[in-house]
T-cell receptor
């Protein structure tokens, strides 16, 4: 069975600084997608970034980028120039053949 | 706006009661997923439907059931409710033009069992 692990329950970053959130996963599937979702206090689930497993190039979306290490089954999220609005729960997610599997989340605090 | 609509947004009910949560997926999406999120917890997968058929099942209690109708909307039925069922219930949908796209989430139904 596939699993997703986020080992950092909480992280803090100073405004304008850079922070990296960690995620590891386990799977025997060769074709899959990985995602980072953000859940602000409103509890809405918002897609931050996605990565196709067959692509070697790391995905980037403005201030958000990933470090995808397929052999190590690692998928970390880097947030550059952190803003107060980035404060939220961040969930790493795996999608293989069927369901989306989510990690337990990392709560990011942004300090002014 | 994700395009996924969940109703109601809030629901307060007593133990032992039965409720129905409704989800309308994004236009054209065939897959619907239900997740449960208890306070400050992660998302627990309950069940997935694809074009009216059950496709995958998670740790869904026997007191819970779901279905997807021909118009692709889905309902999650929760019966014999217990205090521990209080949670945020998310519905998500995904498209199938590409094999694996991101899931688009509704705003959730916040269920409080008293």
């Amino acid at each position: 069975a596939q699993t997703v692990t986020q080992s950092q329950p909480e992280m803090s970053v100073q405004e304008a600084e850079t922070v990296t959130l960690s995620c590891t996963y386990d799977t025997s599937e060769s074709d899959y997608y990985l995602f980072w979702y953000k859940q602000p206090p409103s509890r809405q689930m918002i897609l931050v970034i996605r990565q196709e497993a067959y692509k070697q190039q790391n995905a980037t979306e403005n201030r958000f980028s990933v470090n995808f290490q397929k052999a190590a089954k690692s998928f970390s999220l880097k947030i550059s120039d952190s803003q107060l609005g980035d404060a939220a729960m961040y969930f790493c997610a795996y999608k293989g053949t069927y369901k989306y599997i989510f990690g337990t989340g990392t709560r990011l605090k942004v300090l002014a | 706006d994700s395009g996924v609509t969940q109703t109601p947004k809030h629901l307060i009910t007593a133990t032992g009661q039965r409720v129905t949560l409704r989800c309308s997926p994004r236009s054209g999406d065939l897959s619907v997923y239900w997740y449960q999120q208890s306070l400050d917890q992660g998302l627990q997968f309950l069940i997935q439907y694809y074009n009216g058929e059950e496709r995958a099942k998670g740790n869904i209690l026997e007191r819970f059931s779901a279905q997807q109708f021909p118009d692709l909307h889905s309902e999650l039925n929760l019966s014999s409710l217990e205090l521990g069922d209080s949670a945020l219930y998310f519905c998500a949908s995904s498209g199938d033009r590409e094999l694996n796209t991101e899931a688009f989430f509704g705003q959730g139904t916040r269920l409080t069992v008293v």
